[in-house]
């Protein structure tokens, strides 16, 4: 068995026996950490990993809005899914303008969502 098959395996195992907290903070941290690669690829004009890094960002909050209860969230649900869509918006607009100030507005909403989620 080879280093990378047994990587997988691990993140596999994680992912599938995590509470769905961990798995919240799981995604955020993805998230997040796409982000920072896309501000590190954008001056360095490298645009496909900026196109990879904005698209599974925009997948990963996709996920996050797939996981809204709107009956038990209320308000609170509606509002996430509106964050969500308004930093799709931006991601979409970050990707097309290759705007890295954008990129970091998305990121600091996603690290204060995360940072809540670790609280509670």
């Known amino acids: 068995m080879n280093y990378a098959y047994a990587n997988n395996a691990y993140k596999t195992n994680q992912v ?3 509470p769905k907290k961990k798995l919240l903070i799981m995604l955020y941290d993805g998230a997040i950490k796409n982000l920072k690669l896309a501000e590190l690829a954008l001056p360095k004009k490298e645009i ?3 196109n990879l890094y904005l698209t599974k960002t925009q997948d990963i909050i996709f996920e996050l809005m797939s996981t809204l209860n709107f009956e038990a969230g209320g308000d609170i649900a509606n509002n996430l899914y509106q964050l ?3 930093m799709i918006d931006r991601l979409i607009r970050a990707n097309i303008d290759k705007d890295i100030e954008v990129v970091k507005e998305v990121r600091k909403y996603l690290e204060e969502l995360r ?5 509670i």
Do not use: I, Q
């Not at 940072?115 to 609280?119: S, V």
């Open 16 to 18: 599938m026996t995590a």
């Open 115 to 119: 940072d809540t989620w670790e609280r």
């Open 48 to 50: 496909e990993n900026v």
């Open 84 to 86: 969500y869509d308004y």
